[in-house]
């Protein structure tokens, strides 16, 4: 990573970038309590510091690829928070009319693919995007986020063994919360070492502590670099843990209490926030300043939803094909 | 004029498609270096290159899925699936994917992709080899289903596919690959938005598709030896279904026959009988009648297979019941 992206303002920023989505995804659960959210909701809580650590890498040019645990990878790719928060209330302003809801973010103009539903589903998209600027010669990068369950899908092998034979430009985010739903991954997988399942298809990989935003920012910021010069894809595995249950409907039965409150020690804002301090990047009033801004833009993302329209039931067959037969 | 057979006017179709458009590339199994399961790619990479003519490995997921997020990445996918059955393994992609992708993004996104498979029995390739599926993606919203009949259509329907903004699958019949015509020589396009009378008549309709379009002309021939002048429907596109076709044909004949080479349960067949029965009930003159293959995975032994499937003399005996004694 160059120097000046280690600069004061990067740290701030990721601390920002977190805070954005803490605060909105606390909100969506509370919206979502308030019954103006429905559907299933999957809440981000616990790996913020993946999300805003690893956006950084990406250019305007790049593309993402997500899964169905996608508002903080939407927010940090700049999708606007009143669009997502819209969608979330099925309304017509929403960044999909109401098509997606909170699984199915999307947002072209930002090239955010998604939104993916299906547990590794996403995986042969990235694949494909990145197919496509290798063959369009652009060195463009596709980012493409996924958790540890999908890693017992085909489609991830299937994935990883066409990125390597093809050597396509394509960063490979794992973020091993350590459940697939409820099913833990000792359960799930006989090697529970994902880089070593990465190197089996001789992939580079890295074990990174996906509770520390600056050690993510650092490891795929280096990754993308290593993909844009055209070194072939990258993995990169980012331990973590969601505070929150899998959904609202969760009861989590399945997760030991001490474990939880175990990893919340770690939880990456305060720890960001602690870094700073010791470096005397911030103080009370800073952290203050940060989140008043914050506060803002979600009050405005929350207004905006509330006083948004509904889609005309007329427009139900829209964007089935191209032309409405 | 031009002799050509199905295998050699798909080629055709494809080198066309592949050399016209910089943006369209071939990929799936064995489309290369081997010349195409079915050789309808021979020749192709050696003119093409690697880029454009691309092999896979036996991942149908992950390189439909790429041919779908490569379509989303601004070009013109051909995915080849060797067959039908194996298309199941990117059933996901196809369905979860490709389909909705246009509706669930609030049309920010289309899928200008093309999946090219083979379908059908009649060549003693078993229940795992020979299954008609094509109906089950014609239930699918967001999807264009294709079906090639005729040498024409087998080398002119890529381009139109390859055109149209939507994901489009095209059945290719493997029973048709030897089925030869005399054709001009460029390479036309073909009109995939409505379906095809191959053989006019008046007194029944036969409504069919793809393989069986040979069987149900050849079955319109006997017909005629008895007096019964039989007007034959090739569907060309499973969805969208040219509805206005059929009720136009039925309304005129006022009988019908559907020869679906798809199970009778839930099939296509089934839907095309609904569609008479709410739009030209009291035109009817006798029961819908459809020629079904029999409810077994394809059997092996060419007895059991050639029973399974709709045979000239099943179509015969279904019309011949459509119109009694009423000519």
Not at chain 1, 155 to 171: D, G, I, S
Not at chain 2, 12 to 38: H, N, Q
Not at chain 2, 97 to 122: C, D, E, F, S, Y
Request: include cysteine; glycine fraction near 8%; hydrophobic fraction near 45%.
């Amino acid at each position: 990573m160059k120097t000046e992206e280690h600069s004061p303002e990067m740290k701030i920023d990721l601390l920002r970038q977190m805070l954005r989505i803490r605060r909105f995804e606390e909100k969506a659960a509370e919206l979502y309590s308030a019954a103006k959210i429905r559907g299933f909701l999957h809440l981000y809580i616990g790996q913020e510091a993946i999300a805003a650590g690893a956006m950084r890498a990406l250019t305007a040019e790049d593309a993402v690829v997500s899964t169905y645990r996608e508002h903080g990878h939407a927010l940090a790719r700049g999708v606007a928070a009143a669009a997502i928060m819209a969608e979330m209330y099925g309304k017509a302003e929403g960044c999909c009319h109401g098509r997606g809801g909170s699984m199915h973010l999307f947002d072209v103009s930002k090239r955010f693919y998604g939104g993916n539903a299906i547990v590794a589903g996403g995986l042969p998209l990235a694949l494909g995007l990145a197919l496509a600027d290798k063959l369009a010669g652009r060195a463009r990068v596709t980012a493409c986020f996924f958790g540890d369950g999908a890693v017992a899908e085909g489609e991830f092998h299937e994935t990883m063994n066409l990125a390597v034979l093809w050597k396509l430009p394509l960063l490979l985010l794992c973020e091993n919360n350590l459940y697939a739903m409820g099913t833990a991954i000792a359960r799930a997988l006989s090697e529970t070492d994902l880089c070593k399942k990465a190197e089996s298809y001789r992939m580079p990989a890295e074990r990174i502590d996906g509770m520390d935003a600056l050690a993510v920012a650092v490891a795929s910021a280096d990754a993308t670099a290593a993909v844009r010069a055209g070194e072939g894809p990258r993995f990169l595995e980012l331990t973590t843990y969601r505070f929150r249950p899998h959904s609202m409907f969760d009861p989590d039965l399945y997760r030991d209490k001490a474990e939880i409150a175990e990893w919340k020690k770690r939880d990456p804002l305060p720890r960001h926030i602690g870094r700073l301090k010791e470096e005397g990047l911030l103080d009370a009033a800073k952290i203050d300043a940060i989140e008043r801004a914050v506060a803002d833009e979600l009050a405005q993302a929350v207004a905006f939803a509330d006083a948004g329209t509904l889609e005309p039931v007329e427009s139900l067959t829209r964007d089935v094909y191209a032309r409405t037969p | 004029m031009t002799k050509l057979n199905y295998r050699e006017a798909l080629r055709d179709g494809l080198r066309d498609a592949l050399v016209r458009e910089p943006r369209a590339f071939l990929m799936g199994l064995d489309v290369g270096r081997y010349g195409g399961t079915y050789a309808v790619s021979r020749g192709l990479l050696e003119e093409l290159g690697p880029e454009r003519v691309r092999d896979t490995p036996l991942s149908e997921s992950a390189f439909v899925g790429a041919g779908i997020g490569a379509a989303i990445g601004g070009l013109l996918p051909i995915v080849e699936i060797m067959t039908v059955n194996f298309s199941l393994l990117a059933l996901d992609q196809i369905m979860n994917n490709a389909a909705t992708l246009r509706h669930m993004t609030g049309g920010q996104l289309a899928v200008p992709l093309v999946i090219r498979m083979t379908t059908g029995a009649g060549r003693q390739l078993a229940a795992q080899h020979s299954h008609s599926l094509e109906g089950w993606y014609a239930h699918i919203p967001g999807l264009r289903i294709l079906a090639p009949a005729t040498v024409e259509d087998a080398r002119g329907m890529l381009w139109t596919a390859l055109m149209d903004p939507d994901p489009v699958l095209i059945f290719e019949h493997a029973a048709l690959f030897g089925l030869e015509a005399e054709l001009e020589g460029a390479v036309t396009p073909v009109d995939i938005d409505h379906a095809k009378i191959r053989r006019a008549g008046k007194h029944v309709s036969l409504v069919t598709y793809g393989g069986t379009l040979h069987k149900t002309l050849a079955a319109a021939e006997t017909l005629a030896k008895d007096g019964i002048d039989a007007e034959v429907i090739d569907l060309r596109s499973l969805r969208p279904l040219d509805t206005e076709t059929i009720i136009a044909s039925v309304k005129k004949t006022r009988r019908a026959v559907i020869i679906d080479e798809g199970w009778r349960s839930g099939s296509l067949s089934a839907e095309i009988s609904a569609r008479v029965m709410e739009q030209a009930f009291y035109d009817l003159d006798a029961p819908v009648e459809r020629v079904c293959t029999a409810e077994v995975p394809i059997p092996y032994a060419k007895q059991l297979e050639e029973a399974a499937l709709p045979q000239p003399e099943t179509i015969v005996q279904a019309a011949r019941k459509t119109v009694g004694t009423h000519v």
